[in-house]
Nanobody, 114 residues
Framework: QVQLVESGGGLVQAGGSLRLSCAASRSGASIGSMGWYRQAPGKQRELVAT???????NYADSVKGRFTISRDNAKNSVYLQMNNLKPEDTAVYYC????????WGPGTQVTVSS
């Protein structure tokens, strides 16, 4: 069983920054891709950023140039540095890790006030 624990969410003013962290507990198999999705009220869950085990990153167009995903394989962790936050970034952010199938964290709330 794999468990993901997220941290770093909170309330920030527009233009501010937050850093999300996610650590995966796992035994045995290596972790494949890791990343972040988000879900705003009344909207579907959407991709924010993903990274492969080798560090190749992919971003949603809406966050390119503002968010940076990074990963520490030794710690089974993935991070999301979010700069120049906008009110439309308000959502619950979910971490995932792919180990034969996708595992999800419980989510962390990010609220950006205008």
């Amino acid at each position: 069983q794999v468990q993901l624990v997220e941290s770093g969410g909170g309330l920030v003013q527009a233009g501010g920054s937050l850093r999300l962290s996610c650590a995966a507990s796992r035994s045995g198999a290596s972790i494949g891709s890791m990343g972040w999705y988000r879900q705003a009220p009344g909207k579907q869950r959407e991709l924010v950023a993903t990274t492969t085990s080798s560090g190749s990153a992919n971003y949603a167009d809406s966050v390119k140039g503002r968010f940076t995903i990074s990963r520490d394989n030794a710690k089974n962790s993935v991070y999301l540095q979010m700069n120049n936050l906008k009110p439309e970034d308000t959502a619950v952010y979910y971490c995932y890790a792919f180990i034969f199938l996708a595992y999800w964290g419980p989510g962390t709330q990010v609220t950006v006030s205008s």
